[in-house]
Structures are given as C-alpha cells and as structure tokens.
C-alpha cells in the first residue's frame, strides 16, 4: 500500500510540473515520432516489395532471357534461337504445340494528363498463347 501511495505522489507531482515542462515533453513525443515512423515505413515498404517479389511468380511457368541481360525488358534473344528454345525439353504442349508464347517488352514515354511532363510505362505484346499462358489476363 505504502509503494501505491508514493507512486500516486510522484504521479500528482509529475501532472503539476507539466505545463512547465510541455515544450520540452513536446520535443521528445515529435523525436520519438519520427525516430520510430521512419524505420517502421521502411521495413513496411522492404516487407511489401518482398511480398510482391515471392507472389509474382508461378512455380510451373519460365522466363528465358539473355545471358547477359540482368533484367527482363534489357534481353533480346535471336529468332534463330526459338526453335531450339521451344522444343527444349521440359516445354509441355497445348494441342500439339509448345505451350510457349513469344513476347516483347518495351518502355514508352506518354504525356502525363494531369502535368505537362512526360511519364515512363511498359508494354508488353504477347502472342497468341498469352492468354492460355497467363489465364489471369482478362482483356477489357
């Protein structure tokens, strides 16, 4: 009882001093603020790309690039190559044929509408087994 009373004390006397003390209380709460939304957004944004990384793929689907392309849209493969590529093994078929698909990719830059500036989007072109490859397209 006697620790209940001394914590009640020092509570009363803390309450009293805060108009005193309330620039300085207001610095440290904005500190603290900031010391912890910065980090917390950035693991927020790591943890969410990551996320986006790990479903993007699916597990029976391939890409095939370049050697030396880090990157999808930066790879060009010769059409000298796409035959051998789609009778490799492994290709299963869709109605006697590779169920591959040939696809470009490509950056423009369109007119942005709301700025008088020039923005940055990709496009794709598919084939016509793109839509057996990727039933999650839907064209609108």
């Known amino acids: 009882m006697a620790s209940l009373r001394q914590f009640y004390g020092i509570l009363r006397l803390s309450a009293r001093s805060f108009p005193m ?3 300085s209380s207001l610095v440290i709460v904005i ?3 900031c010391v912890t939304a910065i980090p917390l ?22 890409i095939v690039l370049w050697q030396g392309a880090r990157v999808q849209f930066k790879s060009h ?6 035959d051998t590529i ?4 492994g290709i299963r078929t869709w109605h006697g044929k590779p169920l591959a698909d040939l696809e470009i990719s490509t950056w423009f830059n369109p007119l942005k509408r ?4 020039k923005g940055n989007a990709q496009m794709r072109g ?3 087994l793109g839509f ?3 039933p999650e397209l839907k064209l609108l």
């Open 41 to 62: 957004a950035i693991v927020a944004m790591g943890e969410s790309l990551k996320d986006n990384y790990l479903r993007a793929g699916v597990p029976d689907r391939a």
């Open 21 to 23: 003390r309330f620039k």
């Open 31 to 33: 500190g603290l603020a």
């Open 86 to 89: 789609l009778h490799a093994p």
């Open 126 to 128: 598919i084939g016509p």
């Open 77 to 82: 493969i010769s059409p000298f190559w796409t």
């Open 132 to 134: 057996v490859l990727r």
């Open 114 to 117: 709301t700025k008088p500036e």
